[in-house]
């Protein structure tokens, strides 16, 4: 089998969600939320033998292929299809609780290359990026259907894309004539939107707008804080938690939650008194978020923008 994604931050991952020590037993549960081709699965199950994990997915196809990449681990790996959130806010009462959750929130590079449904601007596809085909609206179906100041919004505060509003009068002027239906047409109909320098940066201008359009269909956004929460929730006391984000709005979902569950006082502004105990519900294990070596970055282009955090829970509530 070809592997085509290389897991980023590995050695910083293994490191700080290690299962070894206090308050670790003999027997630990990892769960990781992203599995993806099972990059980080198989370095944890090879590394750790004292570790089980079960490994989500809301890709079907993605997660055939980690099925027969970890096929070789037997019972210590278990697989669940569906979205994080609904794991987590499914999550059985009375079930063995993790010590581990890894989220590793990149797109895997089997999406871009060989998922077939449109995710990069290099290849002429359908106009997909849904990770999961058989729930909710495509690209194609946002892009044809939204009206022009929905489509700019959607690009300025998913994409952080400055020439939000000359992309989304593009694609409607575009498809007046015209349903678009590939990658290829979305991109060219960009390229020519942006100012002629523009076009010449270090990205390709439609780098952006393909990265909002993609966080829309997916709600990737929307299920982020939910499903960390409510896997903090399910996280065993002394458990730790890791995250790796690749963009500053999933960064910043993170490092807000890390803040509050760390706060020696949880209590509500307005109240007064103190009745919390003033003891945090986490201990942030990373003061600082951990990026990838100028090693990892020449090697693997990808892990540029990676940050990772990770936190101890501390106490339930």
Not at 161 to 168: G, K, P
């Amino acid at each position: 089998m070809e592997i085509i994604h290389t897991p980023v931050l590995l050695q910083e991952t293994l490191q700080y969600l290690s299962p070894v020590g206090e308050p670790f037993e003999k027997d630990c549960l990892m769960i990781d939320s992203t599995t993806g081709e099972g990059g980080h699965s198989e370095a944890f199950l090879k590394q750790f033998s004292n570790l089980r994990i079960i490994g989500l997915d809301a890709d079907l196809k993605i997660q055939a292929r980690a099925k027969e990449r970890l096929g070789c681990f037997g019972d210590r790996m278990g697989f669940y299809s569906g979205w994080f959130n609904d794991y987590y806010a499914n999550f059985p009462e009375g079930e063995r609780r993790p010590d581990l959750i890894l989220f590793d929130l990149g797109i895997s590079v089997f999406h871009y290359e060989r998922s077939g449904r449109g995710f990069s601007f290099r290849y002429d596809e359908p106009l997909d990026m849904r990770l999961d085909p058989s729930a909710g609206e495509s690209v194609e179906q946002l892009v044809n259907r939204a009206n022009e100041e929905t489509l700019a919004n959607i690009i300025y505060q998913y994409g952080e894309e400055r020439y939000s509003r000359r992309i989304a009068k593009a694609i409607v002027e575009y498809r007046r004539q015209s349903r678009i239906v590939s990658s290829k047409t979305l991109a060219d109909i960009v390229y020519g939107a942006v100012p002629a320098q523009y076009r010449h940066g270090n990205i390709h201008p439609a780098t952006k707008t393909f990265q909002a359009l993609r966080i829309a269909v997916n709600g990737e956004l929307d299920r982020l804080p939910v499903a960390l929460t409510d896997a903090f929730k399910v996280l065993a006391v002394g458990g730790k938690m890791g995250v790796i984000t690749f963009h500053s709005l999933e960064d910043r979902i993170v490092k807000n939650l890390y803040r509050d569950w760390g706060k020696q006082c949880v209590c509500p502004p307005e109240q007064a008194i103190c009745t919390c105990g003033g003891k945090p519900r986490a201990e942030i294990l990373t003061r600082k978020p951990v990026g990838p070596t100028d090693t990892e970055v020449s090697e693997n282009s990808p892990s540029r923008s990676a940050k990772l955090r990770v936190l101890r829970k501390l106490r339930e509530g």
